[in-house]
């Protein structure tokens, strides 16, 4: 899942040593002696590529043709490490919430380990202090830019959580463990700034079909993979084997063309989120809005005048999370032609709108044996065709969205017409802008297929 951050030496308390001149040289060397085969169609450079270190055709590419294939040995994970035998022994007190402990304590002993067999691999990593995910940014501007789309939330919870795992769990392994993990490492900034590596250079393999009851697979580094920068119009993809991974072009590339990655469908608030980039409007085609679900509620009980109106809406909104269609921290996902959430927002507005006879019988059949009909499809292009009570509910919790943001769409329009203004703002302010534009730009669309 490469990022589309600056590439370069290793920074910060495990650089130490001289840098390698020629890392790319270094790392192709490496790939040779692992077993990694790049295809001779394709080139590791910075030049034409959109940002720092990327994957481009030397030759025209056909889809089907194997681009690289990278062997299981060469991955590096908490079992391949040199520190594996332990980290599986330890397994049980190295449980976390986010399941990436061992692999963050397998990248802390390697990166001070004079002699890893992945240092060819690290030279190609972006300078860890210069890393551009929101959770780096000062807090005031992270708020400032970022206020209604949801990030600033999602990175105080990823703070709270960083934190919480490095003094309960990282920390003391460390210490009882100082022959492996030298002092340089046992710092919680360098192991945010792994946490933000993770969640922007692993990969984790798809579990089987068979095995979708099993916990997912635990994350894993995959050299030359992580170089490839990201596209929703990908024109490669990952393909896992028993043997290797191999990346395969899904698409025709023209010599000179740079070879892009997916990682998955993913709006621009989760892209600035995990991987501290967007891609500027209206290229994100996965792009997404979200009404949180308490706004809805907000709206119905806006409409509600005598107070058996708001306990009614109350029991409600209690038969909805009795139905697991709704929660206090959920939210309603829009992308630009279909609602995400379709099921659980249909059921919100029925349960909400409909009248309270209705709502009792509703309620006494657990919600069962209720037909649905077709003018009920909340595709985007048949909203217009919505009962009025739900287009008006539809409509007052887009309108309270729109007020959680700081700014209205005519300023983002302003700003990003305006190619003057816009290039003198900091590359924060235009990532930003960017996020915001988009939400906003589907927020309103819903606002007009309402009216």
């Not at 949801?150 to 100082?178: C, Q, T, W």
């Not at 024109?235 to 072009?249: D, F, I, T």
Request: aromatic share 8%.
């Amino acid at each position: 899942m490469a990022t589309q951050a600056k590439r370069g030496r290793v920074a910060g308390p495990v650089g130490g040593g001289d840098a390698d001149p020629d890392p790319v040289a270094g790392f192709l060397s490496w790939c040779r002696q692992v077993g990694l085969e790049l295809s001779p169609k394709v080139a590791v450079s910075r030049q034409g590529t959109v940002a720092g270190y990327g994957m481009v055709a030397r030759e025209s590419v056909q889809p089907g043709e194997l681009l690289f294939a990278v062997p299981r040995a060469a991955l590096l994970s908490q079992h391949t490490c040199s520190i594996g035998g332990l980290l599986e022994r330890e397994r049980g007190a190295l449980q976390s919430q986010s399941g990436w402990v061992p692999l963050l304590l397998a990248l802390l002993h390697e990166l001070q380990a004079p002699a890893s067999p992945w240092s060819p691999y690290f030279a190609l990593w972006p300078e860890l202090g210069r890393l551009e995910h929101p959770m780096f940014w000062p807090e005031e501007e992270r708020r400032r830019l970022l206020q209604g789309t949801g990030v600033p939330e999602a990175v105080e919870k990823d703070l709270a959580n960083i934190r919480s795992e490095y003094y309960s769990i990282v920390l003391p392994f460390m210490e009882a463990h100082p022959d492996l993990f030298s002092p340089r490492v046992r710092s919680l900034e360098l192991y945010r700034q792994l946490v933000a590596l993770v969640m922007a250079y692993s990969f984790q393999e798809p579990l089987e079909e068979e095995d979708d009851e099993k916990e997912p697979n635990s994350p894993l580094m995959v050299p030359a993979a992580d170089i490839l920068n990201h596209l929703a119009n990908h024109n490669a993809n990952l393909e896992y084997s028993p043997n290797c991974l191999r990346m395969v072009a899904t698409q025709p590339i023209p010599k000179g063309h740079e070879i892009f990655n997916t990682y998955g469908q993913m709006a621009n608030w989760q892209l600035i989120h995990m991987y501290g980039f967007v891609e500027p409007y209206p290229d994100n085609t996965d792009d997404t809005a979200d009404i949180q679900m308490v706004t809805v509620r907000e709206a119905a009980l806006q409409g509600t005048k005598a107070e058996a109106e708001r306990l009614l809406l109350h029991e409600r909104w209690d038969f909805l999370c009795k139905l697991e269609m709704v929660g206090e921290e959920g939210a309603f996902v829009i992308g630009r032609e279909e609602v995400l959430t379709e099921e659980e927002l249909t059921t919100t507005l029925k349960v909400l709108c409909m009248p309270a006879e209705e709502f009792r019988e509703f309620k006494a059949k657990d919600g069962w044996g209720d037909n649905k009909r077709e003018d009920d499809s909340l595709t985007i292009t048949n909203i217009p065709n919505l009962k009025e009570s739900w287009k008006q509910l539809l409509r007052n919790s887009v309108l309270l969205t729109l007020q959680t943001y700081a700014t209205d769409l005519k300023s983002e329009q302003d700003l990003l017409s305006n190619k003057e203004v816009y290039t003198k703002l900091s590359w924060r302010e235009q990532q930003a802008l960017q996020v915001r534009y988009g939400q906003k730009m589907i927020l309103h669309q819903l606002l007009e297929l309402t009216t």
